[in-house]
């Protein structure tokens, strides 16, 4: 049986290379094994054959720049 994994936590994503808008909100990203017009959820759990652990460093960068992304983002629809 295959462990569930999350994108955010895997060298092989990136919210740098996702397309423009995807990545706003820290909702999806780009995964090196797809093709270059699909986004992956960042967090969504799935089973994922070639997911490699990223450095603890870069995924709590994502973590954090995550949330910086999605309390913009509740700020802007509250408006407060």
């Known amino acids: 049986m295959t462990d569930t994994v999350r994108c955010i936590a895997c060298r092989h994503f990136s919210y740098q290379a996702a397309n423009p808008g995807m990545a706003t909100d820290g909702g ?17 759990a799935r089973i994922c054959l070639k997911f490699e652990e990223a450095d603890p460093e870069i995924v709590a960068k994502r ?15 509250l408006g407060s």
Do not use: N
Not at 28 to 44: E, H, I, R
Not at 63 to 77: T, Y
């Open 28 to 44: 999806f990203g780009k995964c090196d094994f797809l093709p270059s017009s699909t986004s992956v959820s960042a967090v969504y």
């Open 63 to 77: 973590l954090e720049w995550r949330s910086a992304q999605k309390a913009k983002f509740i700020k802007g629809i």
